[in-house]
């Protein structure tokens, strides 16, 4: 497979599941568990390929307890999968670990890789020495980083003293260090507020530009996603159910948009028969309408709003990300979207 070496990430048929001693209640139940055969297993990831271009930034989303953190943990070299296979760098992570992170940054939002007891700058230092990231380079990214990410007012802070926002924006500038090539964030943006949030958003997609850097993100957050990635992964019970655009779900699985057009008089009267058109709402002034967006043009649709009576405003909403895959998850995707014409 040729296109196949221009792959910075290839994940193939991986699997993993998990097995643990199924508990027994009380003393004598623990005391029982320590010699028992009776194994629990669950499967948290299975058959999941997908292949990464350098310099993508991919949103790996899916409900709670899809398997999204098992995933990156086999991409990292933290878990062996039970079975199938990864490269990341072209290095299988368990089996070198060294080389491994080197050639990756790692942001989990629930736990820190900082010094709790050192000031931020001190874990910089640190990191710097062990990665032997040249003074040069490591004053150029700390210079950019702080910019980025407001870094300079709690530089000299003790990590434990710093907000969960600051704490996020050092450990984010602590993974860029290196200088990887691919960085993993595993729900980074998790508790933060919308300050630290789009500061976040913004220093990601600033590194993925400038540098190429290749990005796997994953988050509860689909404001993250929908503004940062073209590409989503979607899974649920630890299979993969979507993997393509953002503009392809929206189109397949999402195919109306929604008209707002507020009119200087009663509206009572507009009457719209197109086809592809459904009014939704009607209140005095105001007219809600669907439409569906392969079928029906925007301008063609508002001329025929206005010719009814005057028109006072119009807005033109997408249809959320968030709704078409909550649909996706509730429904399944064949029975999600349109119905076959
Ligand atoms: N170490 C483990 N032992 C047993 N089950 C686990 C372990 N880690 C995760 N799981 C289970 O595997 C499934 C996937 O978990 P996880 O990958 O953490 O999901 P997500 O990150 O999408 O919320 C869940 O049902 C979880 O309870
Ligand atoms: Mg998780």
Not at 322 to 335: A, F, K, N, P, V
């Amino acid at each position: 497979m040729a296109a196949a070496i221009n792959m910075i990430i290839q994940a193939s048929h991986l699997t993993k599941q998990f097995k643990s001693v199924r508990r027994k209640e009380g003393v004598l139940g623990t005391l029982a568990t320590l010699f028992s055969h009776d194994y629990e297993f669950k499967d948290a990831v299975t058959d999941v390929s997908f292949d990464l271009e350098p310099g993508e930034l991919v949103g790996y989303i899916g409900p709670n307890g899809a398997g999204k953190s098992t995933t990156i943990k086999m991409l990292t070299g933290i878990l062996v999968p039970t079975s199938g296979h990864c490269t990341v760098n072209g290095i299988v992570p368990w089996q070198d670990r060294q080389a491994n992170g080197r050639g990756i940054g790692v942001v989990f939002g629930q736990r820190t890789q900082l010094y709790w007891d050192l000031p931020l700058v001190e874990s910089f230092r640190l990191l710097k020495a062990i990665y032997g990231v040249s003074q040069a380079s490591y004053d150029r990214h700390l210079k950019k980083f702080s910019e980025l990410l407001g870094l300079d007012e709690f530089m000299r802070t003790p990590v434990r003293q710093l907000s969960l926002g600051q704490r996020m924006r050092g450990d984010f500038a602590a993974a860029m260090m290196h200088e990887p090539a691919v960085v993993f964030l595993d729900e980074p943006t998790i508790g933060l507020d919308v300050v630290a949030k789009e500061a976040i958003r913004n220093f990601i997609a600033s590194v993925n530009k400038e540098r190429g850097t290749t990005f796997i993100l994953t988050t509860h957050d689909l404001n993250d996603v929908e503004k940062l990635c073209a590409r989503i992964i979607l899974i649920d019970h630890g299979r993969k159910l979507y993997d393509g655009s953002i503009d392809a779900i929206k189109k397949r699985y999402g195919p109306n948009r929604l008209l707002t057009a507020d009119f200087l008089t009663d509206a009572a009267g507009v009457d719209i028969r197109m086809p592809g058109v459904a009014v939704l709402e009607r209140d005095g002034q105001r007219i809600r309408l669907e439409f569906e967006r392969e079928r029906v043009r925007a301008d063609e649709l508002i001329v025929a709003l206005s010719r009814q009576a005057d028109l006072k405003d119009v807005t033109i909403a997408e249809p959320e990300l968030e709704t078409i895959i909550r649909q996706i998850y509730e429904r399944g995707l064949d029975r999600s979207g349109p119905a076959p014409q």
